[in-house]
């Protein structure tokens, strides 16, 4: 009877670290959920002279990721808000002016990972991103006003460092780019330098 006590005992120990084991081999393995902010910059790379304007960008981040040796795969969503505006002048005719004011953005991608150490990972990204702006076009003594949608893709890369074997912070820039406004062919280009703080479950 004792044997089979202290039989149970070991396995049950054996049983409650397999987590702990898991985490310690594969540290940037599972769902983690983030918090989000830093600084955004949106220009209008349209024909015109063009104002890039500065801005803070905050929200929120969710992923999965799996750990294979010193390669980490993983899926990840954002939604964010930002205080960012951009204008544009000459844009269609001479003398006109184009403002877009920045909303909320949505983006759903991919990243892949690289190990430096058990704590440390640096990583690319990349995926789809729909940013959600306000638009005003003066001309003269004409205006239009309007709210949209724009599609587009974003790039980056990062470095991602664990605090605890479940807390983690990062910090990364990231390019995203945004086709058509209101129909017309003025393209705006956004850059971000973002940090964040995290919890892998």
């Given amino acids: 009877m004792r044997k089979l006590v202290l039989a149970s005992v070991a396995i049950g120990t054996a049983v409650a670290a397999l987590p702990a084991a898991a ?27 063009s104002e890039g304007r500065d801005g803070f ?31 544009s002048y000459n844009a269609i005719t001479a003398g006109d002016r184009f403002s877009i004011n920045a909303g909320r ?3 759903l991608g991919g990243r892949v990972g690289y190990v430096i150490s058990p704590r440390a990972m640096i990583y690319a990204k990349g995926g789809y991103t729909n940013a959600r702006v306000e638009s005003r076009y003066d001309a003269g003594t004409t205006t239009f006003r309007d709210h949209t949608n724009l599609d587009g893709f974003r790039v980056g890369a990062g470095l991602e460092y664990n605090i605890t074997p479940t807390a983690y912070v990062k910090g990364e820039y990231r390019y995203s780019h945004y086709g058509d406004v209101d129909g017309y062919d003025i393209d705006a280009d ?8 995290g919890i892998r479950f």
Avoid at 57 to 74: E, M
Wanted: proline residues 1%; aromatic residues 8%; negative net charge.
């Fill in 105 to 107: 953005d949505l983006y």
């Fill in 23 to 49: 985490q310690t081999n594969a540290p940037f393995t599972g769902a983690r959920i983030e918090a989000l902010g830093g600084y955004d910059n949106l220009q209008d790379g349209g024909d015109g002279s």
């Fill in 190 to 197: 956004r850059h971000q330098l973002m940090g964040g703080v």
């Fill in 57 to 87: 960008v905050y929200g929120v981040g969710l992923g999965y990721d799996v750990q294979a040796g010193g390669v980490v795969l993983g899926a990840e969503g954002e939604i964010t808000d930002s205080t960012t505006r951009a204008r």
